[in-house]
């Protein structure tokens, strides 16, 4: 049981993936576009190109001869993987997968049209025109995003007509790769937003994690927690959404599906299919496997017997102010002083203003007051900073 894996992306999240691989005897070669990335750190060797360059790309591919190729950024020239399948070589979770999940219109018109899944009201646009005209009928507030960015890039909530070609401009200049458009959505008014971590296997049931709250600010995680508060009903609404839309894109491995909780029901709102930003809570312990040994095993075909709550947890991110190039990382020894609280730094070679630097965790036992978890996540991340 030995395979050879190219692991596109090599951020904190592959970071993770990559210890998980190699704690079960896999090689890994990772590839990002700059030297030092926080995965290539700890895998077996690594390869700096501009995934967005096709030629680029089957190069390394056919330098390294994966048996898997496994995405995990948004950037990357997606659609040759259907030509990596041809040539027997597992993408994961699935070419088609990645195509549609890197590009928020064909994700979002597969759940929404196809599946019938409940989702908000939207419209795309490709010039300013096209995105006066879907702000004037969907109506502000509204959210609007690039149709291909990560880490929230470009997207921001538009609550005005003074400030629609500030919020038009912002989203385009942050589209990745090639496509310039975005989609304008009705904003939904929720309670909760959650990530519900789904797990597809090649001989095994669909399986679903506690699912996980999480809070955004500049469309970006901050802190999230599980378990969350969510009733049955809401529970597998949710579960039975997720399972139709990762069956429809096919594959094994892990999903971060997420959600808005309203007081009228569950709305679908997007995927990814790779381990999700907020399911870092999950290297707390809360569960009986991190969701990157969940991905690990799903990926090569190790069974999964279950998924088991074990404790409540909550992560809290550890941001950067300023850009820099060399810098010093302080107040680690505070951050531990606390019982229960754990960290991860990342070990990205440079900083930027609310580049995210590392995780602070904080756990108990199941029955834990979850504000008071939250609260210490963040007194932890507080406790750090970057100079």
């Known amino acids: ?26 090689t890994v070669i990772t590839v990002d576009s700059y030297a030092g990335a926080p995965a290539m750190q700890v895998a077996d060797g690594s390869e700096i190109i501009d995934m967005l360059d096709g030629d680029q790309l089957d190069q390394v591919v056919a330098k390294h001869k994966p048996d898997l190729v496994v995405p995990e950024i948004e950037a990357i020239r997606t659609e040759r993987f259907y030509q990596y399948e041809n040539q027997n070589i597992q993408v994961v979770p699935s070419a088609k997968a990645a195509n549609y999940t890197m590009n928020r219109k064909l994700i979002r018109d ?26 004037e009928e969907i109506g502000f507030p509204c ?20 400030d629609e070609k500030t919020v038009w401009e912002y989203a385009i200049t942050n589209s990745r790769g090639d496509i310039n458009e975005v989609i304008i959505e009705e904003f939904v008014s929720f309670h909760t937003e959650i990530t519900l971590l789904t797990v597809t296997q090649k001989d095994g049931p669909t399986l679903f994690c506690p699912p996980i ?24 609404d949710a579960c039975e959404m997720a399972k139709k839309v990762t069956t429809a894109l096919s594959g094994a491995g892990i999903w971060g599906v997420e959600f808005f909780l309203t007081d009228n029901g569950v709305y679908f709102s997007e995927l990814s299919p790779r381990p999700h930003d907020t399911g870092m809570v999950t290297l707390a312990g809360t569960q009986n496997l991190s969701e990157f040994e969940l991905h690990a095993r799903a990926i090569l075909g190790l069974p999964i017997p279950e998924i088991k709550l074990e404790k409540a947890g909550a992560s809290a991110v550890i941001l950067a102010q300023k850009a820099a190039e060399r810098f010093s990382i302080d107040g680690v020894e505070k951050a531990l002083d606390q019982p229960h609280t754990d960290i991860r730094i990342f070990g990205k070679p440079t900083t930027r203003p609310y ?6 965790l904080a756990y108990d036992m199941i029955s834990a007051d979850m504000n008071e978890l939250r609260k210490k996540a963040k007194k932890a991340a507080d406790q750090i900073s970057i100079n």
């Open 355 to 360: 580049r995210r630097m590392g995780v602070a």
């Open 213 to 236: 709250g999480h809070r955004q600010e500049r469309g970006d995680y901050q802190e999230s927690w599980q378990p969350v508060a969510i009733s049955e009903i809401d529970y597998a």
């Open 143 to 162: 959210v609007v995003k690039p149709l291909m960015s990560s880490s929230g890039k470009g997207q921001s909530v538009l609550k005005n007509v003074a």
């Open 110 to 135: 597969l759940a929404s049209k196809e599946l019938g899944l409940r989702t908000a009201k939207y419209f795309y646009a490709t010039t300013f025109e096209e995105f006066k005209k879907a702000v």
């Open 1 to 26: 049981m030995h395979k050879k894996i190219l692991l596109l992306g090599s951020g904190e999240l592959g970071k993770e993936l990559v210890i998980a691989l190699k704690r079960l005897g896999q």
